[in-house]
């Protein structure tokens, strides 16, 4: 059975850092895309970012380029994403995902979200 788990999320002040991870268990990690997605309330979910299954490529929403980072751990099952420069507009739900790398858009499996409240 696959499992992701994230931890991480709280609250924070604008201007601040959070860093989230997403520990995977149940398939073979290393074969896997991650993305980070999140929805705010009243909003649809939408990409924050994705690291290929080598670490090779990552990828960006505009929103948070420059500002947020993806990365993982093969050795450790996690991926992680560190968001620093926080905004209130950066509240949502978020939550991670998995995508088998020949279909890197098509995300198989979810968490169950951790929540990241951003104040002004």
């Known amino acids: 059975q696959v499992q992701l788990v994230e931890t991480g999320g709280g609250l924070v002040q604008a201007g601040g850092s959070l860093s989230l991870s997403c520990a995977a268990s149940?398939?073979?990690?290393?074969?896997?895309?991650m993305g980070w997605f999140r929805r705010a309330p009243g909003k649809e979910r939408e990409f924050v970012a994705r690291?290929?299954?080598?670490?090779?490529?990552?990828y960006y929403a505009d929103s948070v380029k420059g500002r947020f980072t993806i990365s993982r751990d093969n050795t450790q099952n996690t991926v992680y994403l560190q968001m620093n420069i926080l905004k209130p507009e950066d509240t949502a739900v978020y939550y991670c995902?998995?995508?088998?790398?020949?279909?890197?858009?098509?995300?198989?499996?979810w968490g169950q979200g951790t929540q990241v409240t951003v104040s002004s």
């Open positions: 690291v290929s299954w080598s670490s090779l490529n990552t």
């Open positions: 149940g398939l073979t990690f290393s074969t896997y895309d």
């Open positions: 995902a998995a995508a088998y790398y020949t279909t890197p858009h098509v995300y198989d499996y």
